[in-house]
């Protein structure tokens, strides 16, 4: 379907006379498939923006932030022109893709994280855009930074859950959770997540060992550069769901200048060998972090093993396809009475110990319920 776009006029009525008797001016001819309905893309602006102004006169002021989609909507209803609501989670309703009309030719768009304003001039697009800004900024984000939850029940969604700020580890406290070469892993680490666009990294190590606290500790991090999404050894399944695609790509659509985080903890079943039970998973796991697939999606996938790397299909393990494979381990005696210390602790004697097992209660609780055959 085409829609006409007259070229905007406005003058005294001699003028308007001039402009009939002056030779014809081209229309602007627009197909659906030039123009979105809702967000600007690439493309350009979107329909509203192209009726408002035609080919006459049009400047745009863009700014990059967080907004308060949910007050602006209500402060502002008579002049939202359009608006894209979704349902998040259970209990939850999410405003995106709102474009007001504050005059005929004055219009500003707002997401989440992108703000444009439309105008006649430079200048007054972006006193729309600052003064939006001033007033709808949201507050920044927790210290410890935050994660999705991927749920899939109907459809796949998604539950933003934030974190702690003691979840972010100083210097300090970080050597005295891990051996003394994991500071420096760590530092690459970064590094490699921060400039590739897609691959995998596995963390290997027994249960207990620190591999949670640590991938609490780097969303913290790269809260500014990355969002990540966490998804449960129970929720694995969606890796093969024909619409997990089309969740990422919405995602992508809504934060195109973010890096994507994919965390799957305790994931040895999707990574071994491939066999029977597991070979579909294994599967799209190497789609998304290689490949055509991953240079549309550019996802970095970041799992948890208990078992050994050894244990993993080969193909996973491939040079360019790895950002990272790390071991973590038990500290020995003297480093984990360091960390006991400081947390004002004692430790029973052993040779090494999980920081599960320092950060553990020291003493059991006793029943409180009565018991039932003998005992002394």
């Known amino acids: 379907m085409l829609f006409l776009v007259r070229p905007a006029f406005a ?4 003028s308007m006379n001039e ?14 498939t030039e123009a979105d309905a809702f967000s600007p893309n690439y493309r350009g602006p979107h329909i509203p923006v192209l009726a408002a102004f035609g080919h006459g006169p049009m400047h745009r ?15 502002k209803a008579g002049e939202l022109l359009r608006s894209h609501r979704a349902w ?9 893709d709102l474009t007001f009309q504050l005059a005929p030719r004055t219009l500003l768009y707002a997401s989440v994280d992108r703000l444009d304003a439309y ?9 729309i855009a600052r003064e939006f800004a001033k007033s709808y900024t949201r507050p920044p984000e927790p210290e410890g930074g935050s994660y999705s939850l991927i ?10 859950v934030p974190l702690t700020p003691e979840s972010l580890l100083s210097d300090e406290v970080f050597a005295l959770h891990y051996t003394e070469e994991t500071m420096t892993w760590h530092a690459e680490f970064v590094r490699r997540l921060t400039t590739r666009k897609n691959g995998l990294a596995i963390l290997e190590g027994q249960p207990g060992t620190g591999k949670t606290s640590y991938l609490r500790h780097l969303m913290g991090v790269l809260r500014e550069s990355h969002r990540f999404y966490f998804i449960p050894a129970s929720t694995l399944r969606v890796l093969t769901d024909p619409n997990f695609i089309g969740f990422w790509a919405e995602q992508r659509r809504r934060h195109q200048e973010k890096q994507f985080a994919v965390i799957l903890e305790d994931s040895d079943a999707a990574l071994m060998a491939r066999g029977a039970d597991n070979r579909e998973q294994v599967s799209s796991i190497l789609n998304l972090t290689d490949g055509m697939l991953a240079d549309f999606l550019r996802l970095q996938i970041i799992c948890t093993i208990n078992g050994r790397a050894t244990d993993i299909d080969q193909a996973l393990l ?8 790390r071991i973590f381990k038990r500290l020995d005696h003297e480093h984990a009475h360091r960390l006991a210390t400081h947390l004002g602790r ?18 059991p609780r006793e029943a409180t319920t009565n018991r039932i055959g003998f005992h002394s």
């Open 11 to 14: 003058g005294n009525r001699a």
């Open 151 to 160: 749920r899939v029940d109907k459809d796949i969604g998604r539950v933003t």
């Open 346 to 363: 004692t430790l029973p004697r052993a040779p090494d110990y999980s920081l599960a097992e320092i950060f553990a209660d020291p003493e």
């Open 318 to 325: 491939r040079p360019g396809r790895l950002i990272s494979q």
């Open 19 to 32: 402009m009939q008797n002056s030779p014809p001016q081209a229309l602007v001819v627009c197909g659906n």
């Open 61 to 75: 002021f863009h700014i990059r932030g967080r907004w308060d989609l949910e007050r602006a909507a209500a402060e």
């Open 119 to 127: 105008a006649d001039s430079a200048a007054e697009a972006e006193a």
């Open 88 to 96: 998040e989670s259970n209990d939850k309703l999410l405003w995106d």
